[in-house]
């Protein structure tokens, strides 16, 4: 994600159109198990259950890139699991869709418990180039298309692709050999930065602003999900 701010404030992307951010979740996976395994966990007294625990961290990567403005939210949450339970761990929602605009840009974000492999990604078009994360690889691919006529440009194309891919592939491989890949990758310069802005009084590398703008968001979320299903129960008592 620096790498990517840094490509942004580089103009590398141009202006930021459209995000599209991807986070999928395996109930059947170690934490999926405790919580569908118990009726009375935390998560189920959540107003958004699985998906309020886990969406900040796809929020919080889409908000950062489309500017300062307000934000309209629009959502829906979804159930595709059976029901089974006849308790809380039947009334969250497995899969939710977002749909936010903020000023020129716009952007989509879907939690979902059917989508595999598991992961966090993120695609942000721009109006220069595009640029593609995998927050699992820790992966940034940009895509700049190509200019070559005709079919041409379809293998130019792909050759630019396989560039990225060979690049990405490299950087991982020495990031391996140098003990760099692991869970908390750039925890450290977060805590680095933290000190500095707290004993030099710079800017804190995550404003509080930011968190407060994410659960604002979140807030919007659950509320448009709570209101769909209750439309949806009264269109269905009417019936």
């Known amino acids: 994600m620096c790498e990517l701010h840094e ?10 159109v459209h995000a599209e951010a991807m986070m999928s979740y395996d109930l059947a996976g170690p934490f999926g198990g405790v919580i569908l395994g118990d009726p009375d966990h935390w998560v189920h ?16 990567l889409v908000l950062s890139l489309l500017g300062d403005g307000p934000v309209t939210t629009r959502a829906r949450g979804l159930r595709h699991r059976p029901q089974r339970f ?3 761990r039947d009334r969250f929602h497995d899969e939710v869709r977002i749909d936010l605009e903020c000023g020129r840009a716009t952007a989509t974000i879907q939690f979902s418990c059917r989508v595999r492999p598991v992961q966090l990604s993120l695609v942000v078009y721009g109006s220069r180039s595009t640029a593609a994360v ?5 992966t940034v691919r940009t895509v700049r298309g190509s200019r070559l006529p005709g079919p041409f440009q379809k293998v130019d194309w792909a050759r630019r692709d396989a560039a990225e891919a060979w690049r990405a592939l490299a950087r991982r491989a020495a990031d ?9 990758e750039g925890m450290a310069d977060l805590f680095r930065r933290f000190h500095a802005a707290a004993l030099h009084g710079g800017a804190d590398p995550v404003p509080l602003e930011s968190a407060r703008r994410v659960t604002a968001v979140m807030d919007e979320v659950f509320r448009a999900c709570s209101a769909e299903e209750r439309g949806w129960a009264a269109a269905e008592a009417i019936a």
């Open 86 to 88: 006849g308790d809380a």
């Open 176 to 184: 391996l050999v140098g003990a760099r890949l692991h869970y908390f």
């Open 7 to 16: 490509l942004a404030r580089a103009g590398t992307l141009g202006e930021v």
């Open 134 to 138: 995998s927050l699992d690889a820790r």
């Open 45 to 60: 007294r959540l107003p958004g259950g699985l998906a309020q625990n886990n969406l900040s961290h796809p929020l919080s």
